[in-house]
Nanobody, 120 residues
Framework: LQLVESGGGLVQPGGSLSLSCAASGFTVNYYAIGWFRQAPGKEREGVSCISSSGGSTNYADSVKGRFTISKDNAKNTVYLQMNSLKPEDTGVYYC??????????????WGQGTQVTVSS
């Protein structure tokens, strides 16, 4: 069972990035998937989550209106579109599987993370 994040990089403030979380060993049709981030010297924080059906999503207040989570069941992948990026969005972004179909219990399995740096 594996989660692999990709799409991170260096972007200027106001720019956009699209992160991907490719799952293997299970299908995202049956599990919630969440995105987390950890900035240097800070605790890891939840960013967004999508339920197994895709019918329920949630976002941290700090990213509402700028980030969008989505999924493609055919590709077994969950995405995080990040727009209007700010320097405070800098960090390592991780995706995590939930224990079930809802976003209530994330962290069953984790990816290795992808670095996002927002800087001019």
């Amino acid at each position: 069972l594996q989660l692999v994040e990709s799409g991170g990089g260096l972007v200027q403030p106001g720019g956009s990035l699209s992160l991907s979380c490719a799952a293997s060993g299970f299908t995202v049709n049956y599990y919630a998937i969440g995105w987390f981030r950890q900035a240097p010297g800070k605790e890891r924080e939840g960013v967004s989550c999508i339920s197994s059906s895709g019918g329920s999503t949630n976002y941290a207040d700090s990213v509402k209106g700028r980030f969008t989570i989505s999924k493609d069941n055919a590709k077994n992948t969950v995405y995080l579109q990040m727009n209007s990026l700010k320097p405070e969005d800098t960090g390592v972004y991780y995706c995590a599987r939930g224990a079930g179909s809802s976003c209530g219990q994330l962290g069953d399995y984790w990816g290795q993370g992808t670095q996002v740096t927002v800087s001019s």
